[in-house]
């Protein structure tokens, strides 16, 4: 290792240290705060957030990292890190300031005008924010790279690598199947949901939680759940992990997806180590939303959504449930969870309409981007394009282009990052599933630490060594590929439709 | 205000906010952190402990402490904290940074080998420990006032304003009538603890703790209640003070008086509030640690032990513990709370013995620094000092001289708060009683807000801006005077145990 990269990882380090002390900080916001601590909760973030920038722009950062780039001797795992430090550095330091107070600014107005217009369904009084919010992001991706278009750059932010074009090429081909799926769904008879109605109380969902926390192999020495508005995952040292659930005591599977999918965010996290000298860096983080959101949906869905693995754990949880779960039989119980329902809101999309969700919005961002669409016309477009996907369409804008924060934000390329993630997850999966054999199997039979360790070796310890691109192609030994979540869905939904 | 007073509350409230960021790391460290988690905590904790020493040694601090040393135009706030901020600076300051680096070192190896020495049961392997530490604070003291006896210097980082002369005066007058007022006990037949061995549930106690918290006016909106080994009180932001208890299942009195006192401490960092510009700085702190003590001992045993307190509230405690607790009534309740038995250890004791053990332990630290003691012959000493005080002496040096941590610290002249806080708190209760009228009368009708409201305008507001010294005169129209504690003793116990 060169005495530069040493420098560079003690750097870094200084920098993962306060952005984890931030995490302390605004994990207690969201979980156990008193209510009157938030005005000075935001200065002690404020000045930790200042603290943070301010390691992350040091220009002998910018030093180490031309000096680096001038070297032809570079390990392979010091070449991944210096293209990792290159980009957020550049992230960090190519913006001018008066442009990072101007879209701080105008995002946080934005936002406040989205919730209004989303409470008073005025998509008008919003429109004018996301016109300005556009135009920034324009800016923001010219300063990263005045080159390209700028709907590329903006991708590439969140999945490395990533082009409208590249996204479009994959969700072209996952659009048709998914409608194709759809409608043989449509023709079955529709399945009953038979958890809906039950009234589970809170200790049992929490108790159901931590079954399945232990269960999926999460360790709580470094980890904890606790309860959050919103369910979420957070890193708060390399040895501390948290997740939150929310619990509805009408509908228990809520907590019980929520508390699957986030510990799946977890073990990534938790799982990261390329190399021992690169501990604390950046190096050591995940290789992109997509893949984080891939571990997350493949707890989720593709083994906490399985026959299999309630072949094992539903007596538990039946147990657990005890007079409330009377009705509900393994069968009944793992169609119940498995229902697919068109429906206006993404957040509660099932497996099959969830990316159908995600490629509605895609199409109106990059148009947006592309100038092939007004922020005016935006609502028209939006039904028309559920209808044309889901066959459905929201009367009214609240529940349709007003449902989400992310583009009051300014948060434009992140939404394919949430389908790319189920792509992902299905074809690491298949690539498992041929490597590991019989281990539908093993899950029945309870054992997901085969799962786990898999997951581990090809995919979470590695951080960032690899881009996305690369990691999908040293593990499954193929470009992201479609195909492997058609295969998947239709396996799984045609045993359970019956098509 | 002058413009240099406006730059010190500047500076001091960035260092505030930074301590608070700390507390916040630690009171996670205590209640929710998962364990693995404890590496990187330290270095989390490292990194902001030394920006706030970074924050509290800028020299521009002392340019402007003397500069406004040398104006005789402050106003009285003003000098008050040009006081308060002279005394942190120094503090800060007057250590060379070889000494502060030997002595946390030292400090280190010493807690280290007292928590060994204790569970041997061996002091002779503690005692070089014990020596190096009052060997490095003589040095401390040095640094800070060369020309006064050490332990006067030691006294008055805890206690402002107080000497080993000024202590022994008052701790003798309360020598004579603790002994006096024990024997009497003594000779009085035993009251049963009917508490003892009554098991209930810690969701009760829970229940039960957040009864009182309500009751004595501390603000869920500001505050909070959690669980750790030792309770605590912590100050995380000026509107966010929380406090922890423990659960024991076979006495649940133990977490009932800790959440009293723990709340009376946080009630006191709630209330305190000198003048609003002065918020988020130092003038905004506790006036010292006795007083502190005299906010939690007032509310947990004049207040928490008393039976008009208890006329009110046990009704609801009793039906919180249900079966749990019908063998008990109102009065044998109260008697049971205030048994008085002589007993080998400090943070068991009760209101009348409680500082007899802290008289052994000040006539010793203040023998040790006089010169009139010799390491070697603590033990024995310290067994004398009990026989003589409290009729009893530890076979084992566990329970006796080994059991505080404090020394091992380096925490000499500590000790004395504790008792101090018992004589405040029955001052400032005198005075209340007699500016109040019939107080009893009103607590037994469930009333306590008017207690708070009480020591809110006459203490907890005032924060640093009086010393203790001037405190107690102005709030009470006499200095710190030990026959209040006297009268209230001989007046509570008396009736108790008909003497």
Known sequence: MHKETARLIELDRAHTLVAHIGAVLSWDQETYMPPRAIEERSDQLALIEGLAHQKAVDPEIGELLAALEAKDDLDPVEKAYVRVMRREYDRETKFPEAFVTEYAKAASMSQAAWAEARKNNDFASFAPHLERMIQLNREKASYLNPLARPYDVLLDLFE???????????FNVMKSYLVDI??????????????????????????????????????????????????????????DVRITTRYLEDYFPSSLFSTIHESGHALYELGIDPHPEYRGTRLAEAASMAVHESQSRLWENIIGRSHAFWEHHFPAVAALLGEAGENLDLDSFVASINRVVPSLIRTEADEVTYGLHVIARFELESALFEGNLKVQDVPEAWRAAYRELLGIASPDDRNGCLQDVHWSMGAFGYFPSYALGNLYAAQFWGTLRAQLQVVETRIAAGETRCVLDWLRTNIHQRGQSLTPGELVETVTGSALDPVWFERYLREKYSRIYGF
């Open 182 to 239: 759809l409608g043989r769904i449509n023709a079955c008879p529709q399945i009953e949901d038979k958890c809906h109605g039950l009234r589970v109380d809170r200790d049992v969902q929490e108790k159901i939680s931590r079954y399945l926390m232990k269960v999926l192999g999460y360790d709580r020495a470094r980890g904890r759940l606790d309860v959050s508005a919103h369910p979420f995952t957070t890193t708060l040292g390399a040895d």
């Open 160 to 170: 490395p690598g990533s082009t409208r074009a590249s996204v479009a090429k994959v």
